[in-house]
């Protein structure tokens, strides 16, 4: 007899389970919220002033938009894995300034410019290398925590870009500024390189055992050593992919104004936007929890107020604490969202 008492309660157990509701978990999806804020903002600009709408304003979004979502990516890579990198606007800061300097005797000399686009391309790539195993150094070899170790490659790079160009912009060259106006409809050549670059580390975050070790490390870098993942080499390995992706964006900060400027504001400013986007879009800085869309939704947010407000003629200073308003939401739902999976397995 007792049991079938307990086999006839168990499923009376099951089914009185209280689950979370479906529009709970809608509304506290980061991506989805992001989307609607987003479509909202574009109409709410778009009503202030018509001519947000024209297809050169759309193109100047689509600019700085690739501007930001490069380095915005790299620091997707280093939170998910549980670290930060303070160091991408500094990084792009000095590497545009070197290699600015570098290849002017070319674009004086009036050499092709396919050639030097290129060179100056690798060559950032490199130096932004090098600053990323400079930090990667720091952490995984002196075992200093990410925000100390790249807090000192942030601090020696923008100490550089001022002392090598005395705080000047650097170079020249009107030939980039054309080619980086030029393209397909709404999109620029440079749009278009940057969007293909960003759908290919998208395909590594999700797709590749690269990104699973990295999401491994991020969740519990305890446990992925156990695993047998070698964590420090994977670790410095994304702290170098971060440097060059933020060397990269040095080379497209040339080639989009035709010089490399210098100026601690500009590393400030990068390295904001880079972070914002990415909890923005949903990342834990504590690691192990991110998704590439949602780092691109943060980028185009962000991209779209930054552009907005100067666009219906609110001063530049305000962006900042607008920005700062929009990330204090997104903790906001993130911890909405943690609280609600908490819920939910207690439940269970």
Not at 40 to 69: C, K, M, P, Q, Y
């Amino acid at each position: 007899m007792s049991l079938t008492r307990d086999d006839d309660a168990a499923p009376a157990a099951v089914t009185s389970r209280p689950t979370t509701p479906t529009l709970r978990r809608i509304v506290t999806n980061q991506q989805f919220v992001l989307v609607v804020v987003l479509i909202a903002l574009i109409l709410f600009f778009g009503a202030r002033n018509t001519l947000f709408f024209r297809i050169g304003e759309f193109t100047n979004l689509l600019t700085d938009f690739s501007g930001l979502v490069m380095i915005a990516i790299a620091e997707a890579f280093v939170i998910i894995a549980g670290g930060i990198d303070l160091a991408v606007g500094s990084t792009a800061a000095v590497t545009g300034v070197i290699v600015a300097g570098w290849i002017q005797p070319l674009v004086t000399h009036g050499d092709n410019l396919a050639v030097i686009l290129v060179l100056g391309t690798i060559l950032c790539a490199g130096l932004g290398a090098v600053a990323g195993a400079i930090s990667a150094l720091l952490i995984t070899v002196f075992r200093l925590v990410p925000f100390v170790a790249t807090l000192i490659t942030y601090s020696a790079g923008a100490g550089l870009a001022l002392v090598i160009s005395n705080g000047a912009p650097v170079g020249y060259d009107p030939r980039a500024i054309v080619w980086s106006t030029s393209g397909i409809s709404l999109f620029t050549w440079l749009d278009i390189i940057v969007i293909v670059i960003a759908i290919v580390l998208g395909v590594v975050l999700h797709f590749t055992v690269y990104g699973r070790y990295t999401y491994a490390i991020g969740s519990n870098e305890f446990a992925a050593l156990a695993a047998g993942i070698k964590t420090r080499r994977h670790v410095a390995s994304i702290y170098i992919l971060s440097g060059v992706l933020a060397g990269l964006t040095g080379m497209f900060f040339y080639i989009r104004s035709g010089s490399a400027a210098p100026t601690t504001e500009v590393s400030n400013s990068a390295n904001l936007l880079a972070i914002a986007a990415v909890v923005i879009g949903g990342a834990s800085l504590y690691g192990g929890v991110g998704r590439w869309w949602g780092v691109i939704l943060g980028a185009a947010l962000l991209t779209v107020v930054s552009d907005g407000l100067i666009f219906i003629n609110v001063a530049p200073t305000w962006i900042q604490v607008v920005v700062g308003a929009i990330i204090a939401l997104a903790a906001l739902l993130q911890t909405l969202r943690r609280r609600s999976n908490a819920t939910g397995r207690m439940t269970t």
